[in-house]
Every structure is written in structure tokens, then in C-alpha cells.
């Protein structure tokens, strides 16, 4: 199989292969990559550790990333209040719906 064809697909030779794939049959879509950044940091040994232990990660990557997109998770949530009042959308909803008033029982 042509190397641009696997690799435009992200599909490794292994895979290929182990599919006996023959080369004129396109391949299936790719399964999306997670694309990591490679970087330094510099951390607090001990709030790492602390952190690494309390979310239960197993790296310290793991944790960073564990807690970096709790930050972001959290920062959302607190957004929410921001929209209401917002005047965002107007109307009657029940109206809109066609919602029949609840009985009384």
C-alpha cells in the first residue's frame, strides 16, 4: 500500500495488515487523533504529588491534564449565570409548544 494513502488515513501498517486489507479498497475514516503539546513546566513537587493522589491518576500528565480540564469544566458552570436575564431569547415557550395547561386533580 502507498505510504501517503496510509497516512492520510492515520491507519498504521499493523492495522492494514492484520485487516488484509487489499490496496485498491479505500480505507475506513480514521479514528481521530488526540493531539498533545509537548512542553515544560515548572510545578510544585508537592501540590503535583497532592493532585496526582487525589484525582487517581496514574502520571503526572494524567493529573495535569485531569485538572486542567476540570478548571475549564468549572469555569463553564460558573458562565451559566451570566446568560440568565440575557434577554438571549424571548417568547412563551408553553405557547410556542402548544403545551396544555395541567389539570387539576
Known amino acids: 500500500m502507498r ?21 485498491c479498497i479505500p ?6 487523533y488526540i493531539h498533545m503539546k509537548r512542553t515544560n513546566l515548572v510545578l510544585d513537587e508537592r501540590l503535583l504529588e497532592d493532585a496526582t493522589h487525589a484525582l487517581g ?8 491534564n485531569t485538572a486542567l480540564a476540570e478548571v475549564i469544566r468549572l469555569k463553564k458552570i460558573q458562565q451559566i449565570p451570566h446568560f440568565f436575564g440575557s434577554k438571549l ?17
Open 3 to 23: 505510504d501517503d494513502i496510509r497516512h492520510r488515513n492515520h491507519v498504521s501498517k499493523f492495522t492494514i495488515e492484520a485487516l488484509s486489507i487489499p490496496p
Open 27 to 32: 480505507l475506513p475514516p480514521a479514528v481521530p
Open 57 to 64: 491518576a496514574k502520571t503526572y500528565s494524567a493529573a495535569v
Open 89 to 105: 431569547w424571548e417568547g412563551n415557550l408553553t405557547e410556542m409548544r402548544g403545551d396544555e395547561p395541567r389539570r387539576s386533580e
